[in-house]
């Protein structure tokens, strides 16, 4: 085998979206530093941190569980607030089903890896082997940089005496403000801002007469209410189109969600899962 062989073999796995899922994946773990610190912060210990990590292995329903958890409340609404958040991933995995083609041990494995990450990855591919190369290298990637750096974090947090002193204990509302915000700026998004509005007054006027984690599942109500609501009749004579860039766009009345005009899909990832 000559050096050119060899190289071209090397190029062939080193592709762009290996090292795209590689990255995506150390970008992930150091996000995974502050949740072990919050968890930690939280009070649960280092072995039930790593285990939250490992099994429920969804970014975002995490900081939610362990957030309920720091405020006082019970792990019933814990769960349902994760759950809430979580249910995403099987919107996901329906979509990825098809693509991914996995039977047996690799399917429970696969459905285990289905995230925000990995299901952008996938879907952004224009051919199924390159949307499955990227589902799995992206997913495996998250799942052990994740895992490790949520251990570490919450090592490093039982280490300090009070982690609240810094500032430990914010991490995970200005997460959630990280994910947030995104949506906000995005324009032609008239239901983010009301939805946002609805389900921060509601859970604020909730939050002196219900236990702690109770306000974020009420919040959601007007969320669900806005996104049932029928859309606008269409224009007369026109169509309205939301430029690439903005996941969200309305031809002649139907919403094309995640789709701009010149045929590009647009797909963004959520932080965190």
């Known amino acids: 085998m000559t ?52 099994l429920m292995f969804t970014g975002a329903s995490q900081f939610a569980f362990v957030g309920v958890l720091a405020a006082g409340g019970g792990p019933i609404a814990a769960v349902a607030t994760a759950t809430l958040l979580g249910s995403r991933n099987g919107l996901y995995g329906l979509q990825l089903s098809r693509t991914l083609g996995l039977r047996g041990w690799r399917r429970r494995l696969g459905a285990h890896l289905v995230i925000d990450e990995s299901a952008v990855m996938a879907v952004r591919q224009a051919d199924p082997d390159t949307a499955r190369t990227a589902f799995w290298v992206t997913g495996l990637a998250v799942l052990v940089c994740w895992n490790t750096a949520t251990l570490l974090g919450a090592v490093a947090a039982r280490s300090l005496t009070d982690p609240a002193a810094f500032g430990l204990d914010v991490v995970g509302p200005a997460a959630f403000l990280a994910l947030l915000v995104p ?44 996104a049932l609501a029928p859309s606008r009749p269409p224009r007369a004579g026109g169509s309205e189109v939301t430029v690439a860039g903005v996941a969200g766009a309305q031809v002649d009345g139907a919403d094309v969600a995640g789709v701009d005009v010149a045929g590009a899909g647009v797909v963004r990832s959520e932080c965190g899962r």
């Open 183 to 226: 949506r906000l700026r995005a324009q032609g998004q008239p239901r983010a801002w009301a939805a946002a509005l609805l389900a921060g007054a509601t859970a604020l006027v909730a939050t002196p007469f219900v236990p702690a984690g109770v306000p974020v599942l009420l919040a959601a109500v007007p969320a669900v209410a806005l």
């Open 3 to 54: 050096f050119s062989q060899v190289r071209v073999g090397i190029g062939r796995w080193w592709s762009p979206v290996v090292r795209d899922g590689l990255g995506i994946g150390v970008a992930t773990g150091t996000y995974g530093l502050s949740f072990g610190a919050l968890s930690a912060a939280a009070g649960l210990s280092v072995a039930q941190t790593g285990a939250l990590s490992l």
